[in-house]
């Protein structure tokens, strides 16, 4: 895919050094707009009002379990993909979320680089394809409408 | 020296192998100290381990930005991003470090072979350190520190730590990850006592279990190896040092342990008269 206008990865954890090591990585090896969040209600707040293509958070979080805030994100931001990082014994948790949160991938900590950065481009690939998609609905939608409108003023100018 | 009739929970009697009993208990802390510590660790290796790629990565690409001896406007935008991107990594590595050092500073009060020596300590130092190394436990657990300034306590101080890894652990099994820890030290006896509370808003324990979890071999939590050991050789340290454990339990609302320590540990011609004699 084309980085040229920089889809946004929202990163959540806990951990300043986790969210900083990721963003550190993305910041280098993509053009990626990287938002960091260590509370997930902040970043919650944010994709209120950010479009966002990919939301990847933690797990194990005091404020709140990762599953939960990807189910609230899933809400807020349906388009967008969502990837879960786990914990070393955190698997049963992970495919929990696959159904609560539709999860579209989930991460092992610790995490290889070049498998996140795979995982990520995929990941915006995806809520690109979704956002594209739901473009080309709203326009079939639209030309539905005006055939619709011209077809009753069509009916009308013969009656 | 007798038990202090105020320890309403401490009925059984000491076994008939003291040693042998502190010696598996003080296997199973250092399994849990073990496990804490590399999970621990975990985090901050892994934000290392990341970091030092992406340095790998960032030399890679300035060296291929120089090898030809230009730097073309595009590359300058390169070469900015790089700088960025270091900087990220300079800021999570010095939070990492500080992380790991602030690990082994608690490994350092918790387990240090020089700290089986009886020395004068303050005992806020020891509860830090556990709380350090069980970090990882305490994930979704509110923690209260209500640690007021306390006289330095003569002590064993390896057995004390022993004794706040063993309460702090049961409270925080105690809540299944949501709850509230409090850890707090008080003054009493105008300055001659140290009270230590750990306490936990969880399960509880039975009415008719109180008086049997000092027990050596008693436990509730199904067969995990050492821990029916924990209780009892808790009660056996703090009676080592002339002090006395309690404990005030509500089913469904939470537990508090509480030890009361003298700050002079008692002579030791008087703890070797046993728990039978007059002296």
């Known amino acids: 895919m084309s980085d040229n206008s920089s889809p946004t990865v929202i990163i959540v954890d806990d951990e300043e050094m986790v969210v900083g090591a990721i963003q550190s990585f993305l910041e280098l090896e993509t053009s990626f707009d990287v938002l960091p969040f260590t509370s997930p209600r902040a970043a919650l707040e944010t994709l209120e009002t950010r479009t966002t293509h990919v939301v990847l958070a933690d797990f194990m979080m005091p404020e709140m379990d990762g599953v939960s805030f990807l189910t609230r994100a899933r809400e807020i931001r349906p388009a967008a993909t969502r990837i879960l990082l786990t914990g070393y014994a955190d698997k049963q948790n992970a495919i929990r979320a696959i159904n609560e949160a539709g999860l579209y991938h989930y991460l092992e900590k610790p995490w290889d680089n070049e498998a996140l950065k795979l995982i990520i481009r995929n990941a915006a690939e995806r809520a690109r394809l979704f956002e594209e998609l739901d473009r080309r609905v709203g326009e079939l939608e639209r030309a539905n409408e005006e055939l619709t409108g011209f077809r009753e003023r069509l009916i009308q100018a013969f009656l | ?279």
């Not at chain 2, 994930?139 to 390896?158: A, K, S």
């Open chain 2, 1 to 279: 020296m007798s038990h202090d009739p105020r320890v309403a929970t401490a009925t059984s009697g000491p076994s008939d192998h003291p040693q042998e009993l502190i010696n598996q208990a003080h296997l199973a802390t250092l399994g849990t100290l073990v496990a804490g510590v590399a999970h621990e660790l975990n985090t901050p290796l892994g934000a290392i381990h990341s970091n030092h790629d992406v340095i790998e990565r960032a030399l890679r690409k300035l060296q291929d930005i120089l090898a030809d001896e230009v730097v073309t406007p595009d590359e300058l935008q390169e070469v900015r991003k790089i700088v960025r991107a270091m900087d990220g990594v300079l800021t999570t590595n010095g939070i990492a470090v500080e992380r790991m050092l602030k690990i082994v500073d608690g490994l350092g009060t918790f387990g240090r072979p020089d700290r089986a020596e009886v020395d004068r300590v303050d005992l806020r130092e020891g509860l830090e350190g556990t709380l350090t190394v069980l970090a990882h436990e305490l994930v979704g657990i509110r923690l209260v520190r209500e640690l007021e300034n306390v006289p330095r306590v003569e002590c064993y101080p390896n057995r004390m730590n022993q004794v706040f890894m063993n309460l702090i652990h049961n409270a925080v099994q105690a809540m299944d990850g949501d709850g509230a820890l409090t850890v707090r030290t008080r003054v009493e006896d105008g300055g001659a006592t140290v009270r230590i509370e750990i306490e936990d808003t969880g399960r509880g324990i039975a009415p008719h279990l109180i008086p049997r979890i000092f027990e050596p071999g008693f436990t509730t939590k199904g067969g995990r190896v050492g821990m029916g050991l924990g209780l009892a050789i808790t009660r056996q340290i703090v009676d080592h040092h002339g002090g006395d454990i309690s404990v005030e339990s509500a089913v469904g609302k939470g537990s508090v342990f509480r030890i009361r320590l003298p700050v002079r540990l008692p002579r030791p011609e008087a703890k070797e008269g046993g728990s039978g004699e007059t002296g």
